[in-house]
């Protein structure tokens, strides 16, 4: 296992960054990390975040969704984690019904309204897609971080295992 990935800095734990997620991401066997451009036919408000695949091919796949994602600005209808502020990106997460439950204690169909969805380094059910059995994490650091790395290495095994399921028949 690789060590931790938040630094310190004048005394205090940093913040994991966008390129340490990546880092980490792209360390899995069969990953694909896209990140849209102007240059590409992709949506300009999806310019600038990042999507995660399993795509042992390298092909990103047409038919599925991804496993993870970062998204460094609000998406209308999807503002309450408050992405606007300057530094500030959120970690998406596809971990699965089981998962979900064992973090949040809730059915992904059964959330609480109150969470505060812009709070730093805390694990939350995403706000929108948590009814999903997505989960998030706003600018991910110390508190966080170990469970960042087991619901990423879950996500990808989630994603190759659906993705060896659809293989075989």
Known sequence: M???IH???NGRLESMTIDDILDL???????????PTPDDDSPDIAWGDTFFY???DGTMPTATQPFATIVTKNYPGDERSRLDRPGTFRLNVAVGRAEFVERTGHEPANLPDDTDASRADTLIAHP???SLGWLSVVNPGPATEAAVRELLRLACDLARSRSERRAAH
Do not use: N
């Open 25 to 35: 991401v792209k360390s899995f066997d069969g990953t694909l990390a896209f990140t």
């Open 128 to 130: 929108v897609y948590g």
């Open 54 to 56: 399993y795509a042992p």
């Open 7 to 9: 630094t310190e800095v």
């Open 2 to 4: 690789v060590g931790p």
